[in-house]
């Protein structure tokens, strides 16, 4: 990655032109060839850029660029749009190369995965009494979240969602079909458990007997939620 700080004016043509005016700003040079002009405020968001696939080939100012303070030109043209990102660069505050390696990604808290996790060891979140059964288990159109043993008698499939919509439902109404054909499970209720459900898909789980249950994501993990709350 090239980081430069520079005193520039840039300007794009393609499906749109826009134009900014000299002013010193930070051009970011990735080795995916993608450009970012950012300004030190107003927005995290790059001032323009463009995107990969493209390439950035430097060139020499002509006469009147060269009479107006130009030092460095850098074209930045997309290969599938045509579209190019122009920087009649001034004057170069720094410049400097990093060398990155390949990024691990990012790591989200709070994903489906984590909440099916905090809900198998605090099921009596779903209903006091409750015992696991087992995380994941097995059917033959795929794994049901969560599999609890109610003391009453059966047992209860809880399908587990960050937000839960109509397509949830329709998963957990499979399961619930194929499940409740075993007798050694029977009879098999449904749960849909989420930290947030549309309206539509609490209405279709309502109308076919499953109970929706909204999970509170901070409580399960032992943080305070009502942290920075006025009441």
């Not at 499940?179 to 309206?199: M, S, Y």
């Amino acid at each position: 990655m090239r980081l430069v700080i520079a005193r520039c004016s840039v300007d794009y043509a393609g499906r749109l032109n826009a134009h900014l005016p000299l002013a010193t700003r930070l051009l970011v040079h990735k080795t995916d060839g993608s450009l970012l002009v950012h300004s030190d405020g107003g927005s995290y968001k790059p001032l323009n850029w463009m995107s990969p696939p493209c390439t950035l080939a430097v060139e020499s100012p002509d006469a009147d660029s060269i009479a107006d303070g130009v030092i460095e030109q850098w074209r930045v043209t997309h290969a599938k749009s045509g579209d190019s990102l122009l920087v009649h660069i001034h004057e170069i505050l720094h410049d400097s190369s990093h060398e990155l390696g390949i990024d691990p990604g990012l790591v989200k808290d709070g994903v489906e995965a984590d909440l099916q996790r905090l809900l198998a060891d605090q099921v009596e979140v779903i209903g006091d009494g409750l015992t696991l059964v087992r995380r994941e288990f097995p059917t033959a159109i795929g794994p049901v979240d969560l599999l609890l043993r109610n003391p009453l008698g059966g047992t209860i499939a809880v399908e587990v969602k960050r937000r839960g919509d109509i397509d949830g439902v329709e998963q957990l109404t499979r399961y619930l079909e194929l499940l409740g054909r075993d007798p050694h499970l029977a009879p098999v209720t449904g749960v849909f458990a989420a930290q947030e459900i549309k309206p539509q898909a609490r209405v279709l789980a309502t109308d076919r007997g499953i109970r929706c249950v909204t999970l509170d994501y901070d409580e399960m993990k032992g943080v305070d939620s009502s942290a920075g709350r006025l009441f």
